[in-house]
Structures are given as C-alpha cells and as structure tokens.
C-alpha cells in the first residue's frame, strides 16, 4: 500500500508532463533543471521509515532501521489530503515553461494592427501635409526662380541694348571706310575688327531679344514686335553686306596688278617677265573665283571676268614683241594693258559708289533698339 502511494505521489509530483509520459512508455524521464524536489516522497519516507539510535556501552553508534507498523487508513487518508494540498498549492506558484498557444500570435497581430489603425488616423494627414507643404515650397523657390532669372536676363538685355545703340553711329564710319576708293589695308583692318564687335553684339541680341516681355505703349519708336524683327533684320543685313565688300576689296587689290613693265629686255629679262606675267594671271584668276557676290558689283564682276581673259592675251603679245625687238608694238600693247587695268578700276569704283548709296539708304532706315 505505501509503495503504490509512493509511485501515486511521484507522478504527480513532475511538473513536466511529458516525462512521465515517457516514464509510462519505459523510457528513463529526464530531470528538469526547474523539478522540483519530491517533497511528498521525502516526508512519506520520514513517516513510514524511522531510523533509531542506539548508544552502546563502549559509546560507538550503531544505526538500526526499525520498520514501522503498517499506517492505519485514517493516517494514510490524512497524509494524501495534505500532500495533495501542498503539491496544488506548489504546482500554482511554481514556475514552469508554457506551451504554444496559436491565440497569442493572432493577439498579437491584433494589438500591432489597432496600433497602425490607431497610428493612420495621425500618420494620413501628417504625410499630406509634409507632401503639400513641399510642393508648396517648390513652386514657390522655383517661380522665385524665374523671377530671378527674368530681371537678370531684362538688366542683361538692356545693357545690350545700349551697347548697340552706342555701337550703331560707328556703322558709319564703318561705311565710310569701307566704301572709300583710296583706302589703305589698315584702315580695312580696323573697319573689320570693329564690324566684328558689333555682329557679336547683334547676335546676342537676336538670341535674346524674344525672351523680354516689351511695353510698346511706351516705346515710341515701336508699334509691334513685327517692326522691331524688321530694324534687327535691317542691322544684320547692312552688318553682311559691310563684311562682304570688305572681303571683296582685299581679294580685288590681287587682281591684275603689275610692276613697271619695260619697252626692251635681253632675253634673260624676258624669261624674267614671263614667269612674272604667268603668277599674275594665276593670281587674278584665284581671286577671282574667290570673290564674294554682290549684287552691287555684279556689272564690275563681269568686267573683271572679260579683262583677266584680254590681258592673258595681251601678256603673250607683249612677250612677243619684246623677243622681236618691235618697240613701237610693245609700246601699244602696254598701253592696251594699263587701258585694260583701267576700265576695270572705273567698272569697280562706280560698283561701289552703287554700293555706298544703298548702305546709306540702309543705315538712315535704321532705329535705335528699345
């Protein structure tokens, strides 16, 4: 009877489950490091066994087990009730490891998504209105921006504007120097640079003036945008004509122009005049074919073509008469040569007194820019 109760109050007594479970299959349970101890088992031991000693004479102890009666019922009623009691009251307040229960992570997704529920009703509008107040912010900095950009743009056209305007009685002189008969190469070089400088300025101009917003009720002498495309086109136009006969006179100065030619020459002398005379007609044509067009000086052009043609003829009469020693023949046909060179410059100064006359009806049609 005590050896079952025993075996009774050692099953309950495990807090792991499962150790008894495989101590029913016949495995050895394993001891937990959290059991605890066998308080049942130890007590029924202090009351069913008891261990006596006994003094002898020669004062060694000898220990003796004395087997107790067998317990009444009512004794091993008793000792159940209150082991029973003390393991419940153990097992509540022991701590133990807690199984798996699946309502927890459904618990706890609930609790995080009542936070984001609770957290949306804050977190929408604060999202809006950081978006909104960015967007605000970046309209704002770029109109700002192009406001900025505008006056800068309006002060830079204005000083440009003047510029021209500074630059526009220089067309002038400009005019006067390159429609002059008797010019010089340097005075041609300093009407180009300055013509130069005044394109740029036009160019600029022509890139920008379409980006400024005009007033033509307080422009006098403006009406529209029409008439001010027509007073840039008119710049640009006398600017391209100016550079054009200005290229053409530097290539025409190259043209069919000779050194003192002699009456008589040694035949030394004469193989000297033909080698010059040859590059002089190989000069006058390239230029020639290098010749801007302009309608001004299309009759000279013409001219010019006809005389290059005449004097490469007279070149070889003149050649001639000198191996021939025919002096009276040399002598006309030199005269025929400077007659030659001659209608060539008339032809050319009366293209560019034509010339000189447009550029002036073109340069009193201009108008300062606004």
Not at 308 to 332: C, F
């Given at each position: 009877?005590?050896?079952?109760?025993?075996?009774?109050?050692?099953?309950?007594?495990?807090?792991?489950?499962?150790?008894?479970?495989?101590?029913?299959?016949?495995?050895?349970?394993?001891?937990?490091?959290?059991?605890?101890?066998?308080?049942?088992?130890?007590?029924?031991?202090?009351?069913?066994?008891?261990?006596?000693?006994?003094?002898?004479?020669?004062?060694?102890?000898?220990?003796?087990?004395?087997?107790?009666?067998?317990?009444?019922?009512?004794?091993?009623?008793?000792?159940?009730?209150?082991?029973?009691?003390?393991?419940?009251?153990?097992?509540?307040?022991?701590?133990?490891?807690?199984?798996?229960?699946?309502?927890?992570?459904?618990?706890?997704?609930?609790?995080?998504?009542?936070?984001?529920?609770?957290?949306?009703?804050?977190?929408?509008?604060?999202?809006?209105?950081?978006?909104?107040?960015?967007?605000?912010?970046?309209?704002?900095?770029?109109?700002?921006?192009?406001?900025?950009?505008?006056?800068?743009?309006?002060?830079?056209?204005?000083?440009?504007?003047?510029?021209?305007?500074?630059?526009?009685?220089?067309?002038?002189?400009?005019?006067?120097?390159?429609?002059?008969?008797?010019?010089?190469?340097?005075?041609?070089?300093?009407?180009?640079?300055?013509?130069?400088?005044?394109?740029?300025?036009?160019?600029?101009?022509?890139?920008?003036?379409?980006?400024?917003?005009?007033?033509?009720?307080?422009?006098?002498?403006?009406?529209?945008?029409?008439?001010?495309?027509?007073?840039?086109?008119?710049?640009?136009?006398?600017?391209?004509?100016?550079?054009?006969?200005?290229?053409?006179?530097?290539?025409?100065?190259e043209i069919l122009i000779y050194s003192d030619l002699p009456n008589t020459a040694d035949r030394e002398t004469i193989n000297n005049l033909t080698t010059e005379l040859s590059n002089i007609s190989a000069n006058s044509i390239s230029n020639y074919e290098q010749l801007p067009i302009i309608s001004?000086?299309?009759?000279?052009?013409?001219?010019?073509?006809?005389?290059?043609?005449?004097?490469?003829?007279?070149?070889?009469?003149?050649?001639?008469?000198?191996?021939?020693?025919?002096?009276?023949?040399?002598?006309?046909?030199?005269?025929?040569?400077?007659?030659?060179?001659?209608?060539?410059?008339?032809?050319?100064?009366?293209?560019?007194?034509?010339?000189?006359?447009?550029?002036?009806?073109?340069?009193?049609?201009?108008?300062?820019?606004?």
């Amino acid at each position: 009877m005590n050896n079952r109760l025993n075996s009774i109050f050692k099953k309950l007594s495990y807090e792991n489950k499962s150790s008894y479970v495989l101590e029913m299959l016949g495995f050895e349970s394993i001891q937990s490091s959290l059991s605890e101890k066998n308080l049942i088992q130890e007590e029924l031991k202090k009351n069913n066994y008891g261990t006596d000693t006994i003094t002898l004479n020669n004062n060694e102890q000898v220990a003796a087990d004395i087997t107790n009666d067998i317990v009444p019922p009512i004794a091993i009623e008793t000792i159940v009730t209150h082991k029973a009691r003390n393991f419940i009251s153990d097992y509540n307040t022991s701590d133990f490891t807690h199984e798996f229960k699946p309502t927890n992570i459904t618990e706890q997704f609930k609790s995080i998504w009542i936070n984001l529920e609770q957290r949306r009703r804050w977190l929408y509008p604060t999202f809006f209105i950081m978006i909104t107040s960015f967007l605000s912010f970046y309209v704002v900095d770029s109109y700002l921006d192009a406001q900025r950009s505008e006056q800068i743009v309006t002060q830079d056209f204005i000083l440009l504007s003047d510029s021209l305007n500074t630059l526009y009685f220089t067309l002038d002189e400009i005019i006067d120097i390159a429609t002059d008969p008797f010019f010089s190469r340097y005075g041609i070089s300093n009407a180009s640079a300055d013509l130069q400088v005044v394109e740029s300025k036009l160019i600029q101009y022509q890139n920008s003036y379409k980006k400024v917003t005009y007033d033509f009720e307080n422009i006098t002498n403006y009406k529209n945008i029409i008439e001010l495309d027509s007073n840039l086109f008119k710049h640009l136009s006398l600017i391209k004509q100016l550079d054009l006969l200005l290229s053409y006179r530097i290539l025409n100065t190259e043209i069919l122009i000779y050194s003192d030619l002699p009456n008589t020459a040694d035949r030394e002398t004469i193989n000297n005049l033909t080698t010059e005379l040859s590059n002089i007609s190989a000069n006058s044509i390239s230029n020639y074919e290098q010749l801007p067009i302009i309608s001004q000086f299309d009759n000279h052009n013409n001219t010019l073509f006809q005389s290059i043609k005449i004097a490469n003829e007279l070149h070889g009469q003149y050649l001639a008469s000198l191996r021939n020693k025919e002096i009276e023949t040399t002598k006309s046909l030199l005269l025929s040569i400077d007659l030659n060179k001659k209608f060539v410059k008339t032809s050319y100064e009366k293209s560019l007194g034509t010339f000189r006359d447009d550029m002036d009806l073109l340069y009193d049609s201009l108008i300062p820019f606004p």
